[in-house]
């Protein structure tokens, strides 16, 4: 059976507030609330998708970045960093 992503994202993201309570708005890492890193990972596992491949799926679904509260700009890009990171160990 087919699930709307859209659908699937809103859902999870009110079961992962109720479970997570007054601990869903705290940032893990920094940068994202709780409850995002948690929608975000179930999207990821419902896509079949690689965790690094999710940021640059998500700056084509405006949809499900609208309904996270995330701008698809702050989204990490996994090919920068790792080419930042094999820079600063070749010096």
């Known amino acids: ?52 491949e999710t940021p640059n799926r998500l700056k084509y679904m405006t949809e499900i970045c609208d309904a996270l509260g995330l701008d698809p700009d702050d989204l990490p890009d996994f090919y920068s960093r790792r080419c930042r990171q094999l820079a600063s160990t070749e010096r």
């Open 1 to 52: 059976m087919e699930v709307d992503p859209l659908d699937f994202v809103e859902q999870c993201r009110r079961l992962v507030k109720q479970a997570l309570g007054k601990h869903a708005g705290e940032p893990v890492s920094g940068r994202f609330a709780r409850w995002k890193h948690f929608v975000l990972h179930y999207l990821r596992l419902e896509d079949g998708h690689s965790y690094r």
